[in-house]
């Protein structure tokens, strides 16, 4: 009786493991290589310590990018900017309008659209002081000056100090329309 009890349990174990190993994938038995590592899509060029100059078509200075490096990949994938700070020029004067720093920028549709993400601080130079934008990611479009998040902001004018969440912005004419949950403080003259 206990031959045939130890004979059953024997056989029930060795047909267990057979479908263990049966159903298993051939991958599960395969050693993992130590140090290997996913491989990191690389840039086709990069370059350090950069400072970029754009001119509009009537060859006046219109934007100053400058990083500590920008990555460059091939196809649609764009340029990949590290830290970036954007200066775009007044047209009339020469002089800095509009100045936008980030984490981490990227640069696609052959140059016309910037997207920044990362604590993202636009500033306008505008005729009554400065308007300070605060946000985590923003898209902006460098010819005409029009930029937009759909994240939380914050807006600080000298007279007003605004939040909410979603934004088009018109840097040139300092022209803001906020999209939700507003809030605002107005501090009069």
Known sequence: MIRQFLLGTSLITIVGLFLLVWDSRPQSFLR?????VEKIPSADS???EVISHRF???GAEQLIISAPKIQAFSGDKGVVISQPSVTNLDKQT???????????GFLYH????????????AVVKGERGNTKL??????????????????NFKLVTPQVKIS?????????????????KVHAVHDPL
């Open 134 to 151: 605060s946000t985590a990611s923003l898209s902006y479009q460098p010819a005409t000056n029009i930029a937009s998040t759909e994240d």
């Open 46 to 48: 990069y370059m350090n």
């Open 32 to 36: 993992k290589q130590p140090g290997q």
């Open 110 to 121: 052959d140059g016309q659209t910037l997207a920044l993400s990362g604590d993202v601080v």
């Open 56 to 58: 509009s078509k009537d």
């Open 164 to 180: 909410g969440q979603g934004l088009d912005a018109n840097l040139t004419k300092e022209v803001f329309t906020i999209k939700s």
């Open 94 to 104: 020469g002089t800095s309008a509009v100045t936008l720093d980030a984490q981490l």
